[in-house]
Structure formats: structure tokens, C-alpha cells
């Protein structure tokens, strides 16, 4: 197993991050790198790993989020926004629905740009472990390009691209 990589980022105001988001976000996706079924579908796809990079924004306009998607030494680099939920005190597990829903999302759009097979069902969640490993979230404000006073209110393709580091990629851009 182990083809799934996933890199956890936020856009911030305030330099924090929805921890419990992140969590659940990638509780998810380690589900799906462990299961029989998702791994033959991504079997499928003819590149051995995909590394899936999870930019969840604050509160911007998500009508459309935004997703990288290219080939980079033998490995597929998807990368997405998605909406942060509300800051609340929730718990990662009452944010696992949402989690679900964004993390199927993206899949969709790496099935269509890969032209692979429908997802397989997403299987049950184990329960988290009590000691969860440290989870590393990278964070970066997001400044206007234009240097106006109004935020630009959402990542552009470019920024994704570059918030986990990426170089020289053959884009499958959508």
C-alpha cells in the first residue's frame, strides 16, 4: 500500500489552523491509502503514488475551489482548496462528513483528468487513535498580487502549485 501521500496546508488570517480539520482530512485519506479497493482503482491510473496536496482556505468564496493537477518524478501532485469549516471547538470525528465529501471530490477530479474508472465506495472509518501522531500543516497568509487593499479572496493556480514547494511540473490542470 502506501500509494497515497497527502500534505496538509491552510491559508490563514491569525496564523492558526482548524486542527481538527486537518486531522479528519487526512484521517480520510490514510483510510483510502489503506483499503484493497481504492488501491486497485489507483492501480489503475499507470503512476505508482499520488501525492495529494489539501489547501483548506478561510473564509473565501468557494463556489469553485481551485485544483493543480500534473506529473512530477514518476508521481502524480494533485493539489486542491477546499473551505476551512467554521472555527468552532469541534472534534475531528463530528468533521468527518465533510472531510469525506472533500476528499471524494478531489478524486473525482483526478478520475476525470486521469480518465479512470468510477471511486470506489469510501469504507468505514476506523476510529482515530487515541495518541495521534503530530500532524504537520503548513501555513501561509495569503496577500493580494496586486498589492490592493481587498484580499484577492481565493488561491490561484500558481499559489497552489507553489504552497507545498512544487517544481517543474507536466500539468494536467483543470
Same mark, same amino acid.
Given at each position: ?7 496538509? &496546508? ?6 492558526? =489552523? ?34 495529494? &496536496? /489539501? ?13 493543480? /493537477?500534473?506529473?512530477?518524478? &514518476?508521481?502524480?501532485? =494533485?493539489?486542491? %482548496? ?27 477530479? /483526478?478520475?476525470?483528468?486521469? &480518465? ?21 500543516? %503548513? ?18 493556480? %500558481?499559489? /497552489? ?14
Amino acid at each position: 500500500m502506501d500509494w497515497l501521500h497527502p500534505l496538509m &496546508g491552510t491559508t490563514t488570517v491569525d496564523g492558526r =489552523a482548524s486542527q481538527a480539520y486537518m486531522v479528519a482530512l487526512q484521517h480520510v485519506v490514510m483510510t483510502l491509502d489503506g483499503d484493497p479497493a481504492w488501491q486497485r482503482w489507483w492501480d489503475a491510473a499507470g503512476v505508482p503514488e499520488c501525492e495529494l &496536496g /489539501i489547501v483548506a482556505e478561510g473564509p473565501f468564496d468557494h463556489l469553485r475551489p481551485s485544483a493543480d /493537477i500534473c506529473k512530477v518524478s &514518476g508521481k502524480l501532485r =494533485a493539489n486542491f %482548496t477546499c473551505a476551512a469549516p467554521a472555527p468552532g471547538a469541534r472534534r475531528p470525528a463530528e468533521l468527518f462528513p465533510l472531510a469525506v465529501h472533500e476528499v471524494t471530490g478531489m478524486f473525482e477530479v /483526478i478520475r476525470e483528468a486521469m &480518465g479512470l474508472g468510477a471511486l470506489p465506495p469510501v469504507p468505514p472509518l476506523p476510529d482515530l487513535p487515541d495518541h495521534a501522531r503530530e500532524l504537520e500543516v %503548513t501555513c501561509k497568509a495569503v496577500v493580494p498580487e496586486t498589492g490592493e487593499v481587498d484580499a484577492q479572496g481565493y488561491l490561484t493556480l %500558481t499559489q /497552489i502549485r507553489e504552497f507545498f514547494g512544487d517544481e517543474d511540473p507536466q500539468s494536467l490542470s483543470r
